[in-house]
């Protein structure tokens, strides 16, 4: 069963508009949860990890425990936003833990 | 199932050993990539292959060698294991170097190096 969702595998929203790139998981003990993104002919890199709650390049996400979901959102994209994104859930694995990547959400953002 | 794979899922072996981590994807991408997860969960590139020849060699000790037979697979061969060795490691493949098309992780494998 898949631990990590998103559920689009493409989005697209116009320059200045709010964007939501969702992300869902499926774990029985106390998540923690990522944002990675690869913009073009770049590396993957992280953008943000929940337990440091911070804000990078204007994006923000919330663990919501009830909902089991940790998505990926920014009030205002910006067209340099354009990039895949994953979510990633670190997953415990006999004492040690294991990141596992959902399938990721294109992002573009139109002038 | 087209899939990235990995085998073994887990590996566990002494200090001083060589070993081989195998990658396969049946997706016929032509970009294939070895990364590793630290300490802190965090990933990190260490090789990627294009169409078998290698474009990133990220300052990765030599004991570490990728190899790629076909583009469908890229092997990581590690001598003389060092305790600090241990770690996940994933392989991932996707259409085209650094395309923002997705990149497909495989499940990982967990290397512990007693």
Not at chain 2, 4 to 26: A, H
Not at chain 2, 43 to 55: D, G, R, V
Not at chain 2, 63 to 70: E, I, L, N, V, Y
Request: charged share 25%; with cysteine; net charge positive.
């Amino acid at each position: 069963a898949q631990r990590v969702t998103q559920p689009e595998k493409l989005l697209s929203v116009f320059k200045g508009a709010p964007v939501e790139l969702k992300c869902n998981y499926s774990y029985s003990g106390s998540p923690e949860l990522f944002w990675y993104v690869q913009y073009s002919r770049q590396r993957l890199q992280l953008l943000l990890r929940h337990i440091s709650r911070e804000s990078i390049k204007g994006f923000t996400a919330d663990l919501n425990k009830g909902e089991t979901s940790f998505h990926l959102k920014k009030p205002f994209a910006q067209e340099e936003d354009s990039a895949m994104y994953y979510c990633a859930l670190a997953e415990d694995e006999g004492g040690s833990e294991k990141l596992v990547f959902g399938k990721g959400t294109k992002l573009t953002v139109n002038p | 199932d087209t899939a990235v794979s990995q085998t073994p899922k887990y590996l566990v072996t002494q200090m001083g050993n060589d070993k081989s981590i195998k990658c396969e994807q049946n997706l016929g991408h032509d970009t294939m990539y070895w990364y590793k997860q630290d300490s802190k969960k965090f990933l990190k590139i260490m090789f990627s292959y294009n169409n078998k020849e290698l474009i990133i060699n990220e300052t990765v000790p030599n004991r570490f060698s990728p190899k790629s037979p076909d583009k469908a697979h890229l092997n990581l061969h590690i001598n003389s294991l060092e305790l600090g060795d241990s770690a996940v490691y994933f392989c991932a493949s996707s259409p085209l170097p650094w395309s923002t098309d997705t990149q497909y992780f495989g499940p990982g494998t967990r290397l512990t190096v007693l």
